[in-house]
């Protein structure tokens, strides 16, 4: 995992409308309804997707993943088997609102013996994981030492090993819905270095075998360090040397030290890449298959800082129409000994802290970011992302989603200062919650009008009026409920 700052954020396309946007009149002369205008920009979507609309599209999935939350949420555990699962772990995880967990399928672990493979400890963790329904991403990955001389996998010898492995553990797991990822930023992490054609020699291969042995499997890569220099030209040249052929998504890591809406550009150079080298009407979707913040270690992070970019991270995502997004870390590696200050810093990504409580619940005490993952996950439980409204500056952001309850909006701005924007909604009052939870209140809009006052804190609308606040404001009791 490797972590720069880089590029500026940018402003998506967006459609105006010359009354307000969000009103929910009680009377003729008021705004339009706010059910008016989602209907608007739902109907702006499928022209979008069927190509009648403008020329700005997003980008399109296919087969199974999604953009809805929390399915599009996961956290990878890579490192964890060793202590894994334990009791009441999954548990907490699930309740954390993750779908998708992602761990390295370690090639040394599994065959020890030249063409004998355990696979033992997988099973344990997939049974575990299907009790909550939690989908699993294993990072096809390992420098095995009965091959190469430990080296990563360039020989004809080597590499024919490599996937009579893969070919073995596709069989083995086949038909419960796992991602298979080409190894783990071979831009950096391939032994003795950096080997770009040794590389996509064995994606191709590998990309042959799942497609021989079990061709509904899903397989993607790279899984590129995004930060490291050089990156982009590694990415192209496996899209030249036609591994879209076989990859169902691209996964990237786009570490960086500045805040999640500066990825945006990185994104929109990806997907075109993609749409360049992709074979004619396949439409595949970029996936950051890792990327978290630390809780200490960084300057200026902490514990509250890291909450408050997770959420951030997973509405960005949503807003760019990310399917998946996998965060590092679950836990500070509570499994791996702290012999360094490098392994105590690179340790700060975990959402929980690492001591496990056995008969507790939960089993490990959260951090700022557990509980920010958790909100959003009920906040905005079965919704889609809709739109950016056009309020504010750019600088602040304002997401529309839409759900079976109702439609909800995240607001949160990344200037220095408070910002104050009006929300046109109808007279009444409306449920606000914060990042982690921890605080609602009921603000109320007077004369079709809500004062909302933005921070780098992300917070929840819930845009249903409570229509008794709206009597008792009139009786006196206006201003901000507690």
């Not at 004369?447 to 006052?453: G, H, M, P, T």
Request: charged residues 20%.
């Amino acid at each position: 995992m490797y972590k720069i700052s880089l590029f500026l954020m940018v402003g998506m396309l967006l459609s105006t409308a010359a009354q307000p946007l969000l009103a929910a009149p009680a009377r003729p002369s008021a705004a339009p309804a706010l059910s008016m205008y989602l209907h608007a920009c739902l109907d702006e979507r499928k022209q979008l997707r069927e190509g009648t609309g403008p020329a700005v599209s997003p980008v399109r999935h296919s087969f199974l993943f999604t953009s809805r939350v929390p399915q599009a949420m996961g956290v990878d555990i890579a490192g964890t088997l060793g202590c894994f699962p334990r009791p009441g772990e999954m548990r907490m995880l699930a309740a954390g609102g993750f779908h998708w967990v992602r761990m390295n399928f370690d090639w040394p672990g599994t065959e020890r013996m030249k063409g004998r493979y355990d696979f033992h400890p997988y099973d344990q963790l997939l049974a575990a994981l299907r009790r909550y329904h939690i989908r699993l991403l294993l990072m096809l990955c390992g420098n095995n030492p009965l091959y190469d001389h430990g080296l990563s996998p360039a020989t004809p010898q080597a590499r024919w090993a490599f996937c009579r492995w893969v070919a073995a553990a596709v069989r083995h797991f086949r038909g419960h819905g796992i991602m298979w990822e080409m190894w783990n930023e071979p831009n950096g992490a391939w032994s003795p270095r950096k080997n770009v054609r040794a590389y996509i020699k064995l994606a191709l291969a590998v990309g042959k075998t799942i497609r021989r042995v079990a061709p509904r499997e899903l397989y993607v890569g790279p899984a590129l360090a995004d930060s490291w220099i050089g990156a982009r030209k590694f990415l192209r040249q496996c899209f030249q040397a036609g591994l879209l052929n076989y990859w169902d998504a691209v996964t990237i890591h786009p570490y960086r030290l500045s805040g999640p809406e500066t990825v945006v550009p990185v994104y929109r150079h990806v997907r075109a890449l993609i749409a360049r080298y992709a074979p004619p009407g396949r439409n595949i979707p970029v996936i950051p298959g890792e990327w978290g913040y630390a809780s200490s270690g960084w300057t200026h992070y902490n514990a509250a800082r890291q909450g408050r970019m997770l959420a951030r991270e997973f509405l960005v995502n949503l807003w760019q129409g990310i399917p998946l997004t996998i965060w590092f870390d679950w836990d500070d590696f509570g499994c791996y000994p702290r012999t360094s200050a490098d392994v105590v810093s690179y340790n700060m990504y975990g959402i929980v802290h690492p001591a496990y409580h056995a008969g507790r619940n939960p089993v490990f005490d959260p951090k700022p970011a557990y509980l920010a993952a958790r909100t959003l996950a009920t906040q905005l439980a079965g919704c889609r992302f809709v739109k950016r409204l056009p309020i504010g500056g750019a600088d602040d952001y304002l997401l529309l989603f839409h759900g079976p309850q109702g439609n909800r909006l995240a607001a949160w701005t990344t200037s220095r200062r408070v910002r104050e924007v009006v929300l046109p909604l109808a007279s009444g009052g409306y449920r606000l919650t914060n990042e982690t939870g921890a605080k609602t209140r009921t603000l109320v809009a007077r004369a079709d009008k809500l004062q909302l006052s933005l921070s780098h804190d992300p917070e929840y609308i819930d845009l249903r009026r409570i229509l008794h606040r709206r009597r008792r404001a009139r009786r006196g009791h206006g201003g901000v409920k507690g």
